[in-house]
């Protein structure tokens, strides 16, 4: 079967690879969507931690399930998606309900090859069900699934002003999940495109380019001076992440979904002065995912205005340098397969 590895940063290649063969307590999916996300787009340009190459990339998937062992509530045939956190069941996390931040977790398509593929095995546990969505709508459950994790692990109450810094895929899915938990949100990139899109599609209540406007005064102004109560990180832009705990406030909780190599720096005193919180959110949940599909099934999200690029599957490697430029106007990139 054709799988497309990304052999090296920078560089694609299509290649033949031995199609799955049934294991116990697995199953063989036929993938029919493929999201592209920030993690893919990292690869390509080798910034991604817990990376190696060569590697098939691809996470964010929509599949029909072509046969499965241990799986009895599912339906040869039928659409699912999946958990592609694939976790060890053992260590202290899994044990404490966390299975997210696994010791020993292998991410489908970071750690272990992925959904480029036209056929992929999975553990069965990682199964979810399609719950009517279609293929576009599924493939787009997990990375709104990290948004909602985000926003959970922030313990976001209702009419708190929520910063979210990065108007990226995950970005907008936090601001969507930040908005369904009542909270006042303000979005921080410097495209004005991309807050242009949260206003009209989103409806998002503040906006700001830190480009091209004071940040600072502007969430003062929009705070009435006491500034963001809960500041979520999407970009995972070093600069981005060590700048942002001035825009906290006292008391408030720092939220890192965003993720990258380098060390974090900040003051210490600015931080202890605040009684801040500080936490990162990896991954996301079964709770998170089934909080997503319920939430596109009410019309409380609609995934597929995020998404703006469509290729086949076979022209792949002809355009995804142009979807790491965000010039392009790319929010998201949707893989069709034949």
Not at 182 to 202: E, H, P, T, W, Y
Request: glycine content about 8%; some cysteine; charged content about 20%.
């Amino acid at each position: 079967m054709e799988a497309l590895i990304c052999t090296k940063p920078g560089t694609f290649e299509y290649n033949n690879i031995a199609a799955p063969v049934l294991q116990a307590r697995h199953a063989i999916l036929q993938i029919k969507r493929i999201g592209i996300c920030g993690t893919d787009l990292h690869a390509y340009r080798g910034t991604q931690p817990y990376f190696t190459y060569p590697r098939i990339l691809g996470h964010e998937l929509a599949a029909d399930l072509i046969e499965a062992d241990g799986a009895d509530s599912f339906i040869p045939g039928e659409a699912v998606t999946i958990i592609p956190y694939f976790n060890c069941g053992k260590c202290i996390a899994c044990r404490n309900g966390k299975p997210n931040c696994c010791t020993g977790i292998k991410v489908c398509g970071v750690h272990i090859d992925g959904g480029m593929v036209d056929r992929l095995l999975v553990p069965t546990y990682a199964l979810v069900k399609s719950n009517g969505l279609n293929y576009d709508e599924l493939a787009l459950v997990e990375p709104l699934a990290i948004g909602a994790h985000g926003v959970s692990r922030a313990n976001i109450q209702k009419d708190e002003f929520v910063l979210v810094i990065g108007a990226g895929p995950i970005g907008l899915g936090t601001m969507e999940f930040a908005r369904i938990a009542g909270a006042k949100v303000i979005a921080l990139d410097i495209n004005d495109s991309r807050l242009q899109f949260c206003k009209d599609r989103l409806k998002v209540d503040y906006t700001i380019n830190a480009l091209t406007e004071n940040v600072l005064e502007k969430l003062k102004e929009i705070t009435s001076n006491d500034m963001p109560t809960v500041v979520i990180d999407a970009t995972g832009n070093q600069q981005a992440i060590n700048n942002a705990l001035q825009y906290l406030a006292h008391g408030g909780r720092f939220v890192l979904i965003g993720l990258q190599k380098e060390a974090i720096s900040f003051s210490h005193p600015e931080f202890h002065k605040r009684e801040s919180t500080l936490m990162s959110s990896r991954n996301a949940t079964r709770e998170d995912f089934e909080q997503v599909i319920d939430s596109m099934k009410k019309g409380l999200v609609t995934p597929t205005t995020y998404i703006t690029h469509r290729v086949n599957f076979s022209g792949v490697k002809d355009v995804f340098e142009s979807w790491v430029n965000t010039s392009t106007g790319v929010i998201k990139a949707m893989v069709e397969m034949d």
